[in-house]
């Protein structure tokens, strides 16, 4: 494989985040912002905490919604950057499988979480495993004890979306995400199985 | 006199995870954040906003609390100052706290993340919807006079998605 998995966390990881005089952070065809991870992780199992647990489904699965839309404009912003064009696209030899391997680099350089694709099937079905993830922190802080990371569910379907769905920005929701494992479950690590709807 | 913020950004590559003063941080966009908002609206009934709000609160005061303290921040206008850079720094917008003691204050916004990113993403909406601010400044308000989190109430009067001007923010102590 011709990505440099390491080479593009050292220098992903180096971007510096800013707010311009406006206090915003245009970038990548979206405007970031860089918050506590206890800020999101608050809200979320603020939520589930709070709520009949019969809501619980339908309150993770807006969670989830909003990581999938997130990762597939942000994803695509990426994929699109000159910083993407800078470290990533050299490496890039087959596509769109080296850009799923890269845009897992950059997943890990941005500190969403230490992740990487263990099984692709193309088109059809991609494994990650994440071995270190800040929504586990947040499920474990609460006392959560089932899978609870859907930032990475949500982001790994949309980047599956991107590289197998429609052109964007057609391709949303081509592909859903099943959380198999978590380390806020107990185990080494969260796997996440990506296949077509 | 001005004070200046002083964040410290590290990334530690053996668990891949940023840090600002030693706060785990993450990237987002817009995106993210208006989908939470929108989450927090259509769960309102079920303490959507309320948890928004508080989580907000509890987490931006608890960061500020931290930062006075080892920075030796004790002036009201100083903490004052360092807050409304935090708020520029890390991408959330322009914010002016005009007004403040211990029981009120007046804060207004000419550039907003939240706002900016819902426009972008849906246009206006007929109501404020920048709850994630709402939270920051009850957690600035609680870490300034030294109060708990749930000491102050936050209320928006104006809203930039609302076709207002700017966005304006009060503040009371409950």
């Given at each position: 494989?011709a990505?440099?998995?390491?080479?593009?966390?050292?220098?992903?990881?180096?971007i510096?985040?800013?707010?311009?005089?406006?206090?915003?952070?245009?970038?990548?065809?979206?405007?970031?912002?860089?918050?506590?991870?206890?800020?999101?992780?608050?809200?979320?199992?603020?939520?589930?905490?709070?709520?009949?647990?019969?809501?619980?489904?339908?309150?993770?699965?807006?969670?989830?919604?909003?990581?999938?839309?997130?990762?597939?404009?942000?994803?695509?912003?990426?994929?699109?950057?000159?910083?993407w064009?800078?470290?990533?696209?050299?490496?890039?030899?087959?596509?769109?499988?080296?850009?799923?391997?890269g845009?897992?680099?950059?997943?890990?350089?941005?500190?969403?979480?230490?992740?990487?694709i263990?099984?692709?099937?193309?088109?059809?079905?991609?494994?990650?495993?994440?071995?270190?993830?800040?929504?586990?922190?947040?499920?474990?802080?609460?006392?959560?004890?089932?899978?609870?990371?859907?930032?990475?569910?949500?982001?790994?379907a949309?980047?599956?979306?991107?590289?197998?769905?429609?052109?964007?920005?057609n391709g949303?929701?081509?592909?859903?995400?099943?959380q198999?494992?978590?380390?806020?479950?107990?185990?080494?690590?969260?796997?996440?199985?990506?296949?077509?709807? | 006199?001005?004070?200046?913020?002083?964040?410290?950004?590290?990334?530690?590559?053996?668990?891949?995870?940023?840090?600002?003063?030693?706060?785990?941080?993450?990237?987002?966009?817009?995106?993210?954040?208006?989908?939470?908002?929108?989450?927090?609206?259509?769960?309102?009934?079920?303490?959507?906003?309320?948890?928004?709000?508080?989580?907000?609160a509890?987490?931006?005061?608890?960061?500020?609390?931290?930062?006075?303290?080892?920075?030796?921040?004790?002036?009201?206008?100083?903490r004052?100052?360092?807050?409304?850079?935090y708020?520029?720094?890390?991408?959330?917008?322009?914010?002016?706290?005009?007004?403040?003691?211990?029981?009120?204050?007046?804060?207004?916004?000419?550039?907003?993340?939240?706002?900016?990113?819902w426009?972008?993403?849906?246009?206006?909406?007929?109501?404020?919807?920048?709850?994630?601010?709402?939270g920051?400044?009850?957690?600035?308000?609680s870490?300034?006079?030294?109060?708990?989190?749930?000491?102050?109430?936050?209320?928006?009067?104006?809203?930039?998605?609302?076709?207002?001007?700017?966005?304006?923010?009060?503040?009371?102590?409950?």
């Amino acid at each position: 494989m011709a990505i440099d998995r390491e080479k593009i966390i050292d220098e992903m990881s180096k971007i510096k985040v800013v707010g311009n005089d406006e206090g915003l952070i245009p970038a990548l065809g979206v405007y970031v912002q860089q918050l506590p991870a206890d800020f999101w992780n608050g809200f979320a199992t603020r939520m589930i905490k709070s709520i009949d647990p019969e809501l619980a489904d339908a309150v993770e699965t807006m969670l989830e919604r909003a990581a999938h839309e997130c990762g597939y404009y942000t994803g695509h912003g990426i994929i699109t950057s000159e910083e993407w064009d800078k470290v990533v696209k050299p490496m890039v030899e087959k596509v769109p499988e080296d850009i799923l391997y890269g845009a897992y680099a950059v997943f890990s350089a941005w500190g969403w979480a230490n992740s990487e694709i263990v099984e692709l099937v193309p088109g059809e079905k991609m494994v990650v495993r994440a071995y270190n993830y800040y929504e586990a922190d947040g499920a474990k802080a609460a006392g959560i004890v089932r899978p609870f990371a859907h930032m990475i569910r949500g982001v790994s379907a949309a980047f599956m979306d991107l590289a197998y769905g429609d052109q964007f920005p057609n391709g949303l929701d081509t592909f859903t995400c099943e959380q198999t494992k978590g380390i806020e479950c107990g185990d080494e690590y969260g796997e996440f199985v990506v296949t077509k709807k | 006199m001005t004070v200046t913020l002083n964040l410290t950004h590290r990334f530690d590559p053996s668990v891949r995870r940023h840090y600002l003063n030693e706060a785990l941080s993450v990237l987002h966009c817009h995106h993210y954040a208006t989908l939470y908002t929108q989450l927090a609206l259509d769960a309102e009934d079920l303490g959507g906003v309320k948890n928004l709000i508080e989580a907000g609160a509890d987490v931006f005061g608890g960061f500020l609390n931290d930062y006075y303290a080892k920075q030796g921040i004790t002036s009201a206008a100083d903490r004052i100052d360092i807050a409304q850079q935090y708020w520029k720094t890390v991408g959330m917008g322009l914010i002016d706290i005009s007004s403040s003691d211990e029981k009120s204050g007046k804060a207004t916004m000419e550039y907003s993340h939240l706002d900016e990113g819902w426009l972008k993403k849906w246009g206006g909406i007929d109501r404020p919807i920048n709850f994630f601010t709402q939270g920051f400044l009850v957690g600035v308000f609680s870490a300034v006079y030294g109060k708990s989190p749930d000491s102050y109430e936050v209320s928006e009067t104006k809203s930039l998605v609302k076709g207002d001007d700017i966005s304006e923010f009060t503040i009371t102590l409950k």
